[in-house]
Structure formats: structure tokens, C-alpha cells
């Protein structure tokens, strides 16, 4: 009867659906959120660790050592101001304000985050972090403890980048750099572009994670320096031995790094002296093909590394060399070759002293090798100990195919 | 009983794909990998096996009883009292199952997007919707999950595809890791993500011609099947055997990880979690349908309309019983592979004693002609 009366059917739907008005529970306006673009992660100094100690915020009672005792950490924080960050190109206006750097200290990430949360009126929020930049001496000390938060929580992204910084990661943090106008964005974008350029393999926190988890290879990171308190540069990869960073190269050695790993995409430029003169041409690394193979010599891994270069004369530099006969780039081909091959062992001992496999030879014998690797080694420590003085060959092959628009 | 056969192979097809994959995908890498290290496909290749000899043997006895379901030949073969023994177990494992996708739904969501969501509004949510899907009869259920199938296998390849940017080949070496032991334990696991697809004995009495019920199981295991090995591979390519341990998701952390190239997306996580909870409703829908048609036909009842209303307090009821999502997670395993002693073994069993007395049959009818 009423049942079937449709404008009382119609009042009830009404009703029924008007609680679903107010929205959910997860409806946060987005200028109440205080978006989290970078952070960085330095050694609390003593003076911020007593300060820590009057406003701890997470342990119950200083006197019953509820502390971790984990080192206090400083963490710097850059926030994006709802409203000032521009979207399309205006013009003539300092970048200042766009951003709110607040600097806060904690045992973990997360305890900090904790403490940042009392100083800001909005909810933080992490969906947004691009760049997390690690100070060196804290990277030393090991990056585990950071890992299990940023694992833990969702929000996080997988593609953001993490950094190791030779300066205070505070300075990164309050740095203007000119290019972009947010500055923290100049930053992730940065370290983003330097592997589409060739100049970084692969580098985002999940790969950083993923190889951390790997018993075969230890994570490798980019290491920032910084010049005229101005601009940034990448100038070196810091490699770890297990969660603890072990030691950085140069920046050329990134470029062999990249040959050995067998990251494609060529970047990195070197002078090579012309044999017979005193002259020297820059010839630049346009693709790689590289073969790993491990095998298993005398019941220990031998690792044959064959990389092939494809590469180009950028620049000579002394109008008394001609480049016009394919006999001169035969020879510089060979004299590549030979620099490279030199500097690809060097940099493998390199790491081999520091018992850091970034290159993942670990991986191949693992693969290619399970029953020795599960009855001999097993385990990641294992396997630096194993790393430390395993034999190897390298060889190199260059194919110079283009000398530019000139033809002397 | 007046059957209306409408259903067409295809549909058959699409309704086995929507109905196994399901919540299941989440966590579907992490118990490979527990099961076989490295290994992990082969595991999961010996479960999806497993899983389609569970389906077939429940499609043969379907073709051979074309009118009935589980329920009712389960009857005619072992006898009246045992067969409504075994079918009240069949029926309430569905019911436990409906309970722990749902609450695995909300799991999933409380903690990776709706954060300060309530979990009981996720889960009631989900439920209600079920309720009211079931609530119509076969025709509208094959058609849903026909509209749907589409919608669940594009994106899913779609971020296979694009991860795979990001691979490591080496990371799936060697084939073979672990112990048998283990092995065998994660290919009941997971072939036990496979048990929605015991729907087929509902949907045969209603195909317009239920001797291709068989090709229709082939194809709806091959393509699942297809799908969950390729995302097995896929995340253990990306990830590597010892970071999938770390995640409780790793395929839903494969598609944060991957990118749609020129930044469209900068993680495809977004379109991930709407698919997902499509197929997680389809496979719900699925299981608590089974649920409901089988206890209408065990009661004989007439309709199932209110009965859908009045089973979802309870499967709420048990959704909520875990404690924690390691708990949820301990159930769901042992649950499933429990399970496979329902949804393999028992089908087995009557027919090997429906082949064995029919031939017993013929050989009397043999005796009586000569």
C-alpha cells in the first residue's frame, strides 16, 4: 500500500541517501594539507639533541629509558605553501614563498615526522615527496632504520629519488637554485633527468630497496656536492656495503660503472691521447653492449666482463692532429680500449676493498650457480667476504663510427 | 526445475575469469615466493594445473548431470543424508570465503588508500552491493561479469607490459629454489585462489548447450591462469625474490612502481586499485551467490531474495572475527587450502563413484541382454 505510493518511495530514497552528502572520511581539503616535497636527513648536532629532549614528543618518560637508541636525526623539511606554488609561467616572482623549510629532530623518520606534525597546523602529508636527501655521515651509519618507515607507509612513493649529499642535507633543503621556481623540485628533477641523459644508471628508492634485498648486490646511490652555494652537482656514486655507504667514485667512474652493469644508454665523454702525439680527442660513449658471465674456476666465481662501445669524436683538441684516415681512428679506437679496460679493473677494486658489490656479480653466480651458491655462500655477508677476492677479466671493444660534421 | 538456458560459452568463459581473479592477485607473488623462492612460477604453474584438474573433474560431473548443480547430484550419487552433509560443508565454506574476500577487501583499502575510512564501512559496503546483485537472477549475473571481464584485463596487462621496463631477468633464476616441501605447500596455496571457480556447477544447468562447458573452464582457467603467472613473473622480475618478502603486496607495489612513459601517470597504482576493486566485487558477487543459490536449493525454497538479506549480517559478522591483518592472512591460507579438500576432492570423489556405478549399470543391463 504505502509501500507502492512512488513520491513516498522518492521521500525515503531522499532521505536514505542525504547522510551520504557530508562525503568521507578521508575528504581533506587540499590547501589543509601540508604537502611534503622534499626532506632531508642530517646528524642531530648536541645542542638539538638537548632540545629533543625537552619536547620529545613519543617516549612516555625520559627516566624509564623508553628511548630508542638510535642516534637523534635531524630532519629538514621543505612544504609546499597551499596557493603560492604557480602553475603556469608568470613572471617576476621570487620563489621564496612557495615553499616553508621546517627543520625538526627525532630517533626515526617517523618520530620526527611526529614532532614536524606539532609545528604545523595541517595534516602532513607524504603522497608528493620527491626527493629524500641523505647527509653522508648519516649514510655511513646505515640506511636501514630510514627504510622500515618509508616501506610502512603508503603514502610514499616507490619513484621518488633518494640522494646521498656530501653537504648538510639541511642546505639542500634551503638551497634557490634559478632553473625552477620550486626548489625542491630543481632537485628531484635533477637527479630524474641525469638518467635519461646517460649520466646515472637506474635510480629511485624502490630499485634502491630492491637491490638492498638482493643477496647478490649492494644498492648504489648519487652522490651531490654542492658549488658557489648555488647549484648542485652530481659529482660521484656512492656505493654501499650492504645498508651502509661504503665510499664514492668520480664522476667518470659512473660512466664505467654504467659500462659494467650494462645500462645502454652512453653519456660520459673522456680525452684519450692520440697514440704517437701529445694531442688528445674526446670521444664520447654513445651505447653499450655488455656480457657478464660468471663461471666457476677451481670451485671459486670468475666473472668475464666483454663490453663494446659504440662511440663518437666530440673534439680534438690541437689543430696539429688530423682526423681524415680511418688508420688514426683505428688507433684511437685501440687506445680507448685500453684506457677503459684500465679503469674498469681499477674501479672494480675499487670496490672489491670495500667489499661492495654494486655491480651485481653476486646475482649471476646465484642464477647460474644455485647449488654452490646455496652450499658455499647463502647469505649477503657471505658473499662480500666471497666478493672480496673473486677473479675477473675484462674486456673491451670500441667501434668509433662518427667524427662529426668535420672532415680533418 | 524450469531452467531458462541462456548462457552462452563466452559468457561461461568470462564468468570463471571475473570470478578467480579477485583479491587473491595482491598477494598472489608473496606466496609464491614463500612457496618456491625464485622458483615462484613454477609453483605457480603447478597451481594453476592443480586448479583446472579441480575444475575439470567438476565440469565432467556437470556435462554428465546437465540439469542438476553439486548440490543436487551430490544427492543422487552418495545418497540423501551424506549428500546434504557434504553440500552443508560445501555451502558453508562459501560462506566463510565470501567473508574473508570481504574482509581482505577492506584490509587492502583501510591500509593502502581510505586510511580513516572505518574497515566495517568498506566491508558493508562491499557486502551490501554483493547483496544486492545477488538479488537477480542468472541472466543479470553472467551479464555482469561479462561487462566487467574487459575492464579487469586491460589494465592488469597493461601494467605488466609497462613494468617490465624495470626488470631484472636475473632475478628469476634459478627454476628451481627451495624445497619440495615448501614447493607443494605454496602450489595448494595458491592453487586455492582458484576456488572461486566453483561457480561452474551453478552456471551449467543454465548453458544453452552445457557439453561445452568444458571448453568454456579450459579457456576461463587458461586466461586466469594466464594473468596471475604473468604477474607472478612480472613482480618477481621487477622486485627479486627477497624484497617481495618484505611487502605484504607486491602486486599492487608493482603498479606503483611502474610509470606510464612521458609521465601521463606517474604511478599506476590509481587505475590499479579501480580495477581491482571490480574484480574483488565480481569474485565476491560470485562466491556469496553460490552461497545463497545452493542453500535455496538445498531448502528448496522458492525464492532467494530475502534469504540474501538475511545470510549478509552474518558473513559481516565472521568478516569482522580476525583480529589483525597477519591473522586474516594466517586464516585465508589455511582456510584455502582446507578448502581444496571441498572444492577438489570431494568433487573427485563422486565421480569416481558415478563412473564406477554407472559401469556397475551397464554391466548389470549387459548380464540382463545376454
Given at each position: 500500500m504505502t509501500y507502492?505510493?512512488p513520491?513516498?518511495?522518492?521521500?525515503?530514497?531522499?532521505?536514505?541517501l542525504?547522510?551520504?552528502?557530508?562525503?568521507?572520511w578521508?575528504?581533506?581539503?587540499?590547501?589543509?594539507r601540508a604537502?611534503?616535497?622534499?626532506?632531508?636527513?642530517d646528524?642531530?648536532?648536541?645542542?638539538?639533541?638537548a632540545q629533543?629532549?625537552?619536547g620529545?614528543?613519543t617516549h612516555?618518560?625520559?627516566?624509564?629509558?623508553?628511548e630508542?637508541?638510535?642516534?637523534?636525526?635531524?630532519v629538514?623539511?621543505?612544504?609546499?605553501v597551499?596557493?603560492?606554488?604557480?602553475?603556469?609561467?608568470?613572471?617576476?616572482?621570487?620563489?621564496?614563498?612557495?615553499?616553508l623549510?621546517?627543520?625538526?629532530?627525532?630517533?626515526?623518520?617517523?618520530?620526527?615526522?611526529?614532532?614536524?606534525q606539532?609545528?604545523?597546523?595541517?595534516?602532513?602529508f607524504l603522497?608528493h615527496?620527491r626527493i629524500?636527501?641523505l647527509?653522508?655521515?648519516?649514510?655511513?651509519?646505515g640506511?636501514?632504520?630510514?627504510?622500515?618507515?618509508?616501506?610502512?607507509?603508503?603514502?610514499?612513493?616507490r619513484t621518488?629519488?633518494?640522494?646521498?649529499?656530501?653537504?648538510?642535507?639541511?642546505?639542500?633543503?634551503?638551497?634557490v637554485p634559478?632553473?625552477q621556481?620550486i626548489p625542491?623540485?630543481?632537485?628531484?628533477?635533477?637527479?630524474?633527468?641525469?638518467?635519461?641523459?646517460g649520466?646515472?644508471?637506474p635510480?629511485?628508492?624502490?630499485?634502491?630497496?630492491?637491490i638492498?634485498?638482493?643477496?647478490?648486490?649492494?644498492p648504489?646511490?648519487?652522490?651531490?656536492t654542492?658549488k658557489?652555494k648555488k647549484?648542485?652537482q652530481?659529482?660521484?656514486?656512492?656505493?654501499?656495503?650492504?645498508?651502509?655507504?661504503?665510499?664514492?667514485?668520480?664522476p667518470?667512474?659512473?660512466?664505467?660503472y654504467?659500462a659494467?652493469?650494462?645500462?645502454?644508454r652512453?653519456?660520459?665523454?673522456?680525452?684519450?691521447k692520440?697514440?704517437?702525439?701529445?694531442e688528445?680527442?674526446?670521444?664520447?660513449?654513445i651505447?653499450?653492449?655488455?656480457?657478464?658471465?660468471?663461471?666457476?674456476?677451481?670451485?671459486?666465481?670468475?666473472?668475464?666482463?666483454?663490453?663494446?662501445?659504440?662511440?663518437?669524436?666530440?673534439?680534438?683538441?690541437?689543430?696539429?692532429i688530423?682526423?681524415?684516415?680511418?688508420?688514426?681512428?683505428?688507433k684511437?679506437?685501440?687506445?680507448t680500449?685500453?684506457e677503459?679496460?684500465?679503469?674498469?679493473?681499477?674501479?672494480?677494486?675499487?670496490?672489491q676493498?670495500?667489499?661492495?658489490?654494486i655491480f651485481?656479480?653476486?646475482?649471476?653466480?646465484?642464477a647460474?650457480?644455485?647449488?654452490y651458491w646455496?652450499?658455499?655462500?647463502?647469505t649477503?655477508?657471505?658473499?662480500?667476504?666471497?666478493?672480496?677476492?673473486?677473479?675477473?677479466?675484462?674486456?673491451v671493444?670500441?667501434?668509433i663510427h662518427?667524427?662529426?660534421?668535420?672532415?680533418? | 526445475?524450469?531452467n531458462?538456458r541462456?548462457?552462452?560459452t563466452?559468457q561461461?568463459?568470462?564468468?570463471?575469469i571475473?570470478?578467480?581473479?579477485?583479491?587473491?592477485v595482491?598477494?598472489?607473488?608473496l606466496?609464491a615466493?614463500?612457496?618456491g623462492?625464485?622458483?615462484?612460477?613454477?609453483?605457480?604453474l603447478?597451481?594453476?594445473?592443480?586448479?583446472?584438474?579441480?575444475?575439470f573433474?567438476?565440469?565432467?560431473?556437470?556435462?554428465?548431470y546437465?540439469?542438476?548443480?553439486?548440490?543436487t547430484?551430490?544427492?543422487d550419487?552418495?545418497?540423501?543424508?551424506?549428500?546434504?552433509m557434504?553440500s552443508m560443508?560445501?555451502?558453508?565454506?562459501f560462506?566463510?570465503?565470501?567473508a574473508?574476500?570481504a574482509?581482505?577487501?577492506?584490509e587492502?583499502?583501510?591500509?593502502?588508500?581510505?586510511?580513516?575510512?572505518?574497515?566495517?564501512?568498506?566491508?558493508?559496503?562491499?557486502?551490501?552491493i554483493?547483496?544486492?546483485?545477488?538479488?537477480y537472477?542468472?541472466n543479470?549475473?553472467?551479464y555482469?561479469?561479462?561487462?566487467y571481464?574487459?575492464?579487469?584485463?586491460?589494465?592488469?596487462?597493461i601494467?605488466?607490459a609497462?613494468?617490465?621496463?624495470?626488470?631484472?631477468p636475473?632475478y628469476?633464476?634459478?627454476l628451481?629454489e627451495?624445497?619440495?616441501?615448501y614447493m607443494?605447500k605454496?602450489?595448494l596455496?595458491?592453487?586455492?585462489?582458484?576456488?572461486?571457480?566453483?561457480?561452474?556447477?551453478?552456471?551449467?544447468?543454465?548453458m544453452?548447450?552445457?557439453?561445452?562447458?568444458?571448453k568454456a573452464?579450459?579457456?576461463?582457467?587458461?586466461?586466469?591462469?594466464?594473468?596471475?603467472?604473468?604477474?607472478v613473473?612480472?613482480?618477481?622480475?621487477?622486485?627479486?625474490?627477497?624484497?617481495i618478502?618484505q611487502?605484504?603486496?607486491?602486486?599492487?607495489?608493482?603498479?606503483?612502481?611502474?610509470?606510464?612513459?612521458?609521465?601521463?601517470?606517474?604511478?599506476?597504482?590509481?587505475?590499479?586499485l579501480?580495477?581491482?576493486?571490480?574484480a574483488?566485487f565480481?569474485?565476491?558477487f560470485?562466491?556469496?551467490?553460490?552461497?545463497?543459490?545452493s542453500?535455496?536449493q538445498?531448502?528448496?525454497?522458492?525464492?532467494?531474495?530475502?534469504?540474501s538479506?538475511?545470510?549478509m549480517?552474518?558473513?559481516?559478522?565472521?568478516?569482522?572475527?580476525?583480529?589483525n591483518?597477519?591473522?586474516?592472512y594466517d586464516?585465508?591460507?589455511?582456510?584455502?587450502?582446507?578448502?581444496?579438500?571441498?572444492?577438489?576432492?570431494?568433487?573427485a570423489?563422486?565421480?569416481?563413484?558415478?563412473?564406477?556405478?554407472?559401469?556397475?549399470?551397464r554391466?548389470?543391463s549387459?548380464?540382463?541382454?545376454?
Amino acid at each position: 500500500m504505502t509501500y507502492k505510493n512512488p513520491s513516498l518511495r522518492l521521500v525515503i530514497i531522499f532521505f536514505l541517501l542525504f547522510p551520504l552528502l557530508s562525503g568521507c572520511w578521508d575528504s581533506q581539503e587540499i590547501e589543509q594539507r601540508a604537502t611534503v616535497l622534499a626532506i632531508g636527513i642530517d646528524k642531530a648536532s648536541n645542542k638539538e639533541e638537548a632540545q629533543q629532549s625537552l619536547g620529545g614528543i613519543t617516549h612516555f618518560d625520559k627516566s624509564n629509558s623508553s628511548e630508542p637508541e638510535e642516534e637523534l636525526i635531524k630532519v629538514t623539511a621543505q612544504i609546499a605553501v597551499p596557493g603560492r606554488i604557480p602553475l603556469g609561467p608568470t613572471q617576476g616572482q621570487s620563489s621564496h614563498n612557495s615553499v616553508l623549510i621546517v627543520q625538526v629532530v627525532g630517533h626515526t623518520i617517523q618520530d620526527a615526522m611526529l614532532n614536524l606534525q606539532q609545528q604545523v597546523a595541517y595534516e602532513t602529508f607524504l603522497g608528493h615527496l620527491r626527493i629524500i636527501v641523505l647527509n653522508e655521515k648519516i649514510a655511513k651509519k646505515g640506511t636501514q632504520r630510514f627504510n622500515d618507515f618509508l616501506r610502512r607507509n603508503p603514502q610514499i612513493r616507490r619513484t621518488a629519488s633518494l640522494a646521498i649529499s656530501k653537504e648538510p642535507a639541511e642546505d639542500y633543503m634551503r638551497l634557490v637554485p634559478e632553473l625552477q621556481r620550486i626548489p625542491s623540485l630543481y632537485l628531484a628533477d635533477m637527479v630524474d633527468n641525469l638518467s635519461a641523459l646517460g649520466r646515472f644508471p637506474p635510480s629511485f628508492i624502490g630499485l634502491f630497496w630492491t637491490i638492498l634485498s638482493s643477496k647478490g648486490q649492494d644498492p648504489y646511490l648519487p652522490y651531490l656536492t654542492i658549488k658557489d652555494k648555488k647549484s648542485i652537482q652530481l659529482s660521484g656514486l656512492a656505493y654501499f656495503r650492504g645498508d651502509r655507504m661504503a665510499g664514492k667514485t668520480s664522476p667518470l667512474e659512473i660512466g664505467f660503472y654504467m659500462a659494467i652493469r650494462g645500462v645502454g644508454r652512453g653519456g660520459y665523454s673522456a680525452f684519450i691521447k692520440v697514440p704517437g702525439t701529445d694531442e688528445f680527442v674526446l670521444v664520447k660513449a654513445i651505447s653499450r653492449k655488455t656480457k657478464v658471465k660468471v663461471k666457476l674456476k677451481d670451485g671459486k666465481p670468475h666473472v668475464d666482463i666483454k663490453v663494446r662501445y659504440e662511440s663518437e669524436i666530440e673534439e680534438k683538441t690541437s689543430q696539429s692532429i688530423y682526423i681524415n684516415d680511418s688508420t688514426i681512428v683505428g688507433k684511437i679506437q685501440d687506445e680507448t680500449s685500453k684506457e677503459v679496460e684500465k679503469s674498469l679493473k681499477k674501479l672494480i677494486v675499487k670496490t672489491q676493498k670495500a667489499e661492495s658489490d654494486i655491480f651485481g656479480f653476486g646475482e649471476h653466480v646465484r642464477a647460474t650457480y644455485p647449488k654452490y651458491w646455496t652450499k658455499e655462500i647463502g647469505t649477503k655477508e657471505n658473499w662480500k667476504r666471497v666478493y672480496k677476492d673473486i677473479t675477473y677479466d675484462v674486456h673491451v671493444d670500441t667501434r668509433i663510427h662518427r667524427v662529426g660534421m668535420k672532415a680533418k | 526445475m524450469e531452467n531458462h538456458r541462456e548462457i552462452t560459452t563466452v559468457q561461461a568463459a568470462t564468468i570463471l575469469i571475473s570470478t578467480i581473479i579477485g583479491v587473491g592477485v595482491l598477494p598472489l607473488p608473496l606466496f609464491a615466493v614463500r612457496g618456491g623462492g625464485s622458483g615462484a612460477p613454477l609453483v605457480t604453474l603447478a597451481g594453476i594445473i592443480l586448479a583446472a584438474i579441480g575444475l575439470f573433474i567438476l565440469t565432467i560431473l556437470g556435462t554428465r548431470y546437465p540439469q542438476k548443480t553439486i548440490i543436487t547430484y551430490g544427492e543422487d550419487i552418495v545418497g540423501k543424508w551424506i549428500g546434504k552433509m557434504c553440500s552443508m560443508i560445501v555451502i558453508f565454506f562459501f560462506f566463510i570465503l565470501s567473508a574473508l574476500a570481504a574482509r581482505e577487501f577492506g584490509e587492502v583499502v583501510v591500509s593502502a588508500v581510505l586510511r580513516e575510512t572505518p574497515l566495517e564501512v568498506t566491508v558493508f559496503v562491499m557486502l551490501l552491493i554483493a547483496c544486492l546483485s545477488v538479488r537477480y537472477n542468472i541472466n543479470t549475473f553472467a551479464y555482469i561479469h561479462n561487462f566487467y571481464v574487459p575492464a579487469i584485463l586491460g589494465p592488469v596487462l597493461i601494467i605488466v607490459a609497462f613494468s617490465l621496463k624495470n626488470a631484472n631477468p636475473l632475478y628469476l633464476r634459478p627454476l628451481i629454489e627451495n624445497d619440495f616441501y615448501y614447493m607443494a605447500k605454496g602450489m595448494l596455496t595458491i592453487s586455492a585462489l582458484f576456488q572461486g571457480s566453483f561457480i561452474v556447477t551453478m552456471i551449467i544447468p543454465f548453458m544453452k548447450n552445457p557439453k561445452k562447458a568444458i571448453k568454456a573452464s579450459f579457456w576461463g582457467i587458461f586466461i586466469s591462469g594466464g594473468v596471475y603467472l604473468l604477474i607472478v613473473i612480472a613482480t618477481i622480475a621487477v622486485f627479486g625474490t627477497e624484497e617481495i618478502k618484505q611487502i605484504f603486496w607486491p602486486t599492487l607495489e608493482l603498479a606503483r612502481t611502474t610509470a606510464l612513459p612521458g609521465n601521463i601517470l606517474q604511478r599506476l597504482d590509481v587505475i590499479f586499485l579501480a580495477v581491482w576493486v571490480t574484480a574483488v566485487f565480481t569474485t565476491l558477487f560470485s562466491s556469496y551467490y553460490f552461497t545463497i543459490y545452493s542453500i535455496k536449493q538445498m531448502a528448496k525454497l522458492k525464492d532467494h531474495r530475502m534469504l540474501s538479506f538475511f545470510m549478509m549480517p552474518f558473513v559481516f559478522f565472521l568478516a569482522m572475527l580476525p583480529q589483525n591483518i597477519l591473522q586474516l592472512y594466517d586464516v585465508i591460507q589455511i582456510a584455502g587450502r582446507a578448502g581444496l579438500l571441498i572444492t577438489i576432492l570431494y568433487p573427485a570423489m563422486l565421480l569416481a563413484m558415478d563412473l564406477f556405478r554407472s559401469r556397475r549399470r551397464r554391466k548389470k543391463s549387459d548380464v540382463q541382454e545376454s
